[in-house]
């Protein structure tokens, strides 16, 4: 497998895992956020301000876009740290990273070295994460009637939340070794935190973990049994055998 691709949420950490990943093997990183702000700056703008002025132009995403695809035609190995690159690179392993809101706020209002995403306080951030989501979840949809949150996009979906970097770079070390061997490996792992136990299924005994995901949230149907031993472990991740968005 030539190519990488790593979609995910703002502060979920696509940075921290394409230098791992490229310390490990022999791949180089091409950011799609860099191009973009690049963009941006040449406006004028930020990146929220950016967004929100191209929602109906399709142009400047082309750019971005069409310069990921012809990438993704070479032989080249390449990790591409892109929102849309799954669907522009369809031939990698496709890498979905999610972190809830509050903690993607922490990372980004700690991080000095973002200098393009500076807040002056950390509500003004966390508002202008969810609303340049918002804006990108919608101008996608418009422009490639493509759903971001739809997880059976990706290979591997791994949330950040609560575990360290240790933990989340080798799982997806493993999980895209055993891909490219076509071993069998778990696809979805998600913070047992970030997942709500509805009255009595904590107690459910079932053998697979089962999650709907409705309006940001994700809704234990089965398996709550799992869960709830998993946050009297203190675990940081759990494997989940479903997500129904």
């Known amino acids: 497998m030539n190519h990488i691709t790593l979609s995910g949420e703002l502060g979920s950490g696509k940075s921290t895992v394409a230098n791992y990943l490229i310390s490990k093997m022999p791949f180089k990183i091409v950011s799609a956020g860099l191009l973009f702000r690049q963009l941006a700056a040449k406006h004028g703008m930020s ?69 393009s995403e500076s807040y002056s306080d950390k509500a003004t951030a966390r508002q202008e994460i969810i609303d340049r989501r918002k804006s990108e979840l919608l101008r996608y949809q418009n422009f490639y009637h493509c759903n971001l949150d739809d997880y059976s996009n990706y290979d591997l979906i791994v949330d950040t939340s609560h575990a360290t970097k240790d933990e989340v770079n080798e799982l997806i070390y493993n999980s895209f070794k055993a891909f490219e061997e076509g071993k069998k490996y778990t696809r979805i792992w998600l913070s047992p935190k970030s997942l709500i136990l509805k009255g009595g299924v904590e107690n459910d005994p079932s053998d697979k973990l089962v999650i709907n995901k409705k309006d940001g949230q994700f809704i234990v149907e089965k398996g709550g049994l799992r869960v709830k031993k998993a946050l009297e472990n203190r675990k940081t991740l759990v494997a989940v055998d479903i997500v129904n968005c």
């Open 47 to 115: 990146a929220k301000e950016f967004n929100e002025f191209i929602e109906n132009d399709p142009k400047y995403d082309h750019y971005v876009d069409d310069t990921m695809a012809e990438l993704g035609r070479t032989d080249e190995k390449i990790i591409f740290d892109s929102r849309m690159a799954w669907h522009f690179v369809p031939s990698s392993f496709k890498i979905y990273l999610y972190v809830d809101v509050d903690t993607a706020t922490e990372r980004i209002f700690n991080d000095t070295g973002r200098v």
